[in-house]
């Protein structure tokens, strides 16, 4: 496929878009082989589509939200069953126009959109409203992410760009991790609580990508491996077995020790009595109060032997 821009696996079959079909949206069907088996052909006329997703009951995404030129005023996603069946949901953002080559769809089925920026950070958007056919739905903004340069080689632009500008997204079949991609590496998020937003603003694991040419397509098989491949014909899928695990969720920190003043005994051992006034400690007391008692006896007793 000469410009793959999309890429999404059940295991058994991987399913490939391109982001010029000249009229009609295309979804190739492959085996694991990369041989197409068949093509899955929806009555739509996309614009410009960046990336694809799918739910666990067979249903594709394909996200036409592709606007180089900033020139769009509505972008849409368009919803594919199996046997080409297709609605289209039109969408706004709040804050002018974007260009975004990533989709994402959580295990809930809500699609987020993520954006190419040039100049700062990728931004993150979810519809505000259900999803509708007949009106365009506006978008909101629910994340920021920031990614930084890396010494990958690959990507079209032969700079410190190509590791930033985010070009594709993926979820796994389970939604426990979520993957973006850059022209040169991915970044891993696992989302152990469904909350996507709440996953984005976590510290990712970079599973480097290297020397792809225009590395756009991402995609995890449900067994974990994660797929990846480039624009221009003849290029390879690659497979990172294992990489959904290398995304763990951080160990809850561990509660403070507890402090005392003195360890308590144990439990089968006598406690010690707390030392008393009559204790033996206090007998230089004892002794000046004895030795008193005493001078008075003999004073009593010299007395009675005069009188006698």
């Known amino acids: 496929m000469q410009e793959l821009s999309g890429l999404t696996s059940d295991g058994k079959q ?15 069907v492959l085996g694991r082989d990369c041989v197409v088996k068949r093509t899955i052909t929806a009555p739509v006329d996309p614009y410009d589509v960046e990336d694809l ?25 368009h919803k594919v069953s199996p046997s080409g069946a297709v609605e289209r949901f039109r969408v706004t953002y709040p804050d ?16 987020f959109i993520i954006t190419k920026e040039p100049l700062g950070s990728a931004l993150v958007y979810r519809p505000a409203a259900p999803l509708r056919t007949d009106v365009s739905v506006p978008l909101e903004q629910v994340a920021r992410v920031s990614l930084s340069s890396t010494d990958t080689p690959g ?22 991790v979520i993957a973006l991609r850059t022209y040169t590496d991915a970044y891993l998020y696992p989302v152990p609580d469904g909350d996507v937003v ?24 449900p ?12 290029t390879p899928i690659r497979a990172v077995e294992g990489a959904a695990a290398l995304a763990k969720p951080a160990a809850p ?10 360890l308590p005994p144990a439990a089968d051992q006598p406690q010690a009595a707390p030392p008393s ?8 007391l004892a002794l000046t109060v004895g030795g008193i008692v005493l001078a008075v006896a003999l004073v009593i007793g010299l007395r009675f032997r005069r009188r006698a």
């Open 277 to 284: 006034s009559s204790s033996w400690q206090n007998w230089p």
């Open 155 to 176: 990507g079209p632009l032969d700079g410190t760009l190509d590791s930033r500008l985010v070009t594709g997204a993926a979820a796994k079949a389970d939604g426990s």
């Open 198 to 221: 709440k996953a984005l603003s976590g510290d990712p694991v970079r599973v480097p990508l290297p020397d792809e040419p225009q590395g756009e397509a991402i995609a995890f098989d």
């Open 53 to 77: 997703a799918m739910t666990p009951d067979g249903t594709l995404w394909a996200s036409d939200t592709g606007d180089n030129n900033k020139s769009r005023s509505t972008v849409a996603l």
């Open 253 to 262: 920190p561990a509660a403070p020790p507890t402090t005392t003043e003195a």
């Open 96 to 111: 002018g126009k974007h260009d975004a080559e990533a989709l994402l769809v959580d295990k809930s089925g809500t699609p």
């Open 14 to 28: 991987l399913y490939a878009v391109s982001d010029s079909d000249n009229g009609t949206l295309r979804i190739q």
């Open 223 to 234: 067994d974990g491996t994660l797929l990846s491949a480039s624009e221009g014909a003849g």
